[in-house]
């Protein structure tokens, strides 16, 4: 049986740290660009911006394909594993939520 709304839950939860990370990243390029001329930690605060920023992107990627996964009988379980470790990984509570009613829509069906 596969599952509507764990599947729902990991793309939001997925979409929402996409949308995060491209904020990451854009705020990683202003730092980089307003240090540039000074003799500031800029350039380390905008690598730390975009070394997560990048990680999100990866963490989001997988947490829309885990709901995507949700969406068939054969790969719901995968989904949902997927899902509740990435939002383990990421502490995004809607991936967590989305991979455990994944697991749970599993077992029924």
């Known amino acids: 049986m596969e599952s509507k709304t764990g599947s729902v839950l990991s793309l939001i939860g997925g979409i929402l740290w996409l949308v995060i990370s491209i904020a990451l990243i854009v705020a990683a390029l202003v730092a980089v660009i307003m240090s ?22 990866i963490y989001g990627a997988l947490g ?19 899902a509740l470790i990435v939002g383990i990984l990421g502490l995004n509570i809607l991936t ?14």
Do not use: P, Q, R
């Open 36 to 57: 540039a001329d000074s003799e500031s930690n800029g350039i380390i605060l905008g690598v730390i911006l975009l070394v997560i920023g990048v990680l999100f992107v």
């Open 64 to 82: 829309v394909k885990a709901g995507k996964w949700m969406k068939e009988k054969s790969t719901v379980k995968k989904g949902g594993l997927t």
């Open 96 to 109: 967590i939520i989305g991979g455990i009613l994944g697991l749970a829509d599993s077992k029924k069906g």
